[in-house]
C-alpha cells in the first residue's frame, strides 16, 4: 500500500474511534436508531422469506407444463429460491442468539428493543 493509503485508513480509524467514544446529547438516539433498523430489517426478512417460497412454488409449477430442459431449470430455481428462504429464516432466528451469546450479560438483543 502506498503511503497515502496507509495514512487515509489511519485518519479513518482514528475517527472511527472517536466517533465510538463521544456521548449523544440525545441519549438514547443510538439506541432507538439501531432498534429500528432492526425493526426494519426483521419486517423485510419476513416479507423476502414469504416471497420466495411463493415464487418458489410457482416457478415450479410453471416450469412443468413446458418441455425437459425448462423443466429443470424451473426445479433448479424453485430449489434455489426455497434454499434461499431456508438461509433467511436460520438468520431470523439464529442471529439474536448467537450475538446474545458473543455478548453474554453485557448484551440484551432480545430485549433491548
Given amino acids: 500500500m502506498s503511503n497515502t493509503a496507509i495514512r487515509f485508513a489511519l485518519l479513518a480509524m482514528f475517527i472511527g474511534i472517536l466517533a465510538a467514544q463521544s456521548d449523544f446529547s440525545d441519549g438514547n438516539s443510538l439506541k432507538e436508531g439501531v432498534c429500528m433498523l432492526a425493526d426494519t430489517a426483521k ?3 419476513a416479507s423476502v422469506i414469504f416471497a420466495l417460497i411463493i415464487m418458489a412454488a410457482v416457478v415450479y409449477a410453471a416450469g412443468q407444463v413446458f418441455g425437459a430442459e425448462t423443466r429443470s431449470r424451473a426445479t ?3 430449489t434455489a429460491m426455497i434454499i434461499g428462504a431456508v438461509i433467511g429464516i436460520l438468520i431470523f432466528v439464529l ?10 450479560s453485557q448484551l440484551d438483543v432480545q430485549g433491548a428493543c
Fill in 76 to 78: 433448479v430455481w424453485a
Fill in 43 to 45: 419486517a423485510i426478512m
Fill in 95 to 104: 442471529v439474536p442468539q448467537i450475538m446474545q451469546a458473543f455478548g453474554g
